[in-house]
């Protein structure tokens, strides 16, 4: 089945650590990629994308993720984190399949940083 | 990016009522999609909106339990029909904005309680 695949419900780290949050995605093609960010009770806030190119892409506050196609993964990565980083992160992937028009969520991560 | 607002920010309901959810983007856009998340759940697609036509739903979800207006560029309606206590949850509107760019920007959203 087509999906985009979060292993990690909650993750813990400590403040400073470095953080990898999982993606893997199951798609027909190559879908386009996207990292969001929910705090408590807000929307959602876009982190990054991946469209094409440099596998590797930055997004705002340190984040970084790296795309591969050999493992269908799309993982978020960030060297230092803050307690202020606290939060539900979903990978979102919009695949050819819907000429890149729509865009399905993993169940995302719950992150917990730890002064 | 666009910015999206939503009214009410949340809401509680008797069952087999229906209610209203209004989306205003800040700028004009192409189409705008509603989502529908329970707690501590991922984001499910509900429905694309573009102006001027009926809305597209995804697999679960109908125009009679959910019917969505989108009378001009700006403006998007979901309803919740004869709502149920399995309709509590948030609900979130999102769209593109007009630079071509395939991300979503996403409202604050919605929290629906049905009692």
């Known amino acids: 089945a087509q999906s985009v695949t979060q292993p990690d419900a909650r993750v813990t780290v400590s403040e400073g650590a470095s953080l990898q949050l999982r993606c893997k995605y199951s798609?027909?093609?190559?879908?386009?990629l996207f990292w969001y960010v929910q705090y408590q009770r807000q929307g959602l806030q876009l982190l990054l994308k991946?469209?094409?190119?440099?596998?590797v892409v930055q997004g705002v506050n340190g984040f970084e993720a790296e795309f591969s196609k050999s493992d269908s993964s799309f993982h978020l990565r960030k060297a230092s984190v803050h307690w202020s980083d606290s939060a539900v992160y979903f990978c979102?992937?919009?695949?050819?399949?819907?000429?890149?028009?729509?865009?399905?969520f993993g169940k995302g991560t719950s992150l917990t940083v730890i002064p | 990016s666009v910015l999206l607002y939503q009214k009410p920010n949340r809401d509680i309901c008797q069952s087999g009522t229906s209610l209203k959810i209004q989306c205003v983007a800040d700028?004009?856009?192409?189409?705008m999609f509603w989502y529908q998340q329970f707690q501590e759940q991922s984001l499910m697609l509900m429905a694309t909106?573009?102006?001027?036509?009926?809305?597209?739903?995804e697999s679960g979800f109908t125009k009679d339990k959910f019917p969505i207006s989108r009378p001009n560029l700006t403006f998007s309606t979901l309803t919740v029909n004869n709502a149920r206590p399995g309709d509590s949850s948030i609900y979130f509107c999102?769209?593109?904005?007009?630079?071509?760019?395939?991300?979503?920007?996403f409202g604050p959203g919605t929290r629906l309680t049905v009692l």
């Open positions: 798609y027909s093609g190559t879908p386009y």
């Open positions: 999102s769209s593109r904005d007009g630079t071509g760019g395939i991300e979503q920007y």
């Open positions: 700028s004009q856009v192409v189409s």
């Open positions: 909106a573009n102006e001027g036509s009926e809305a597209t739903y």
């Open positions: 979102a992937a919009s695949p050819p399949n819907t000429g890149y028009q729509n865009f399905y």
């Open positions: 991946y469209y094409s190119g440099d596998p």
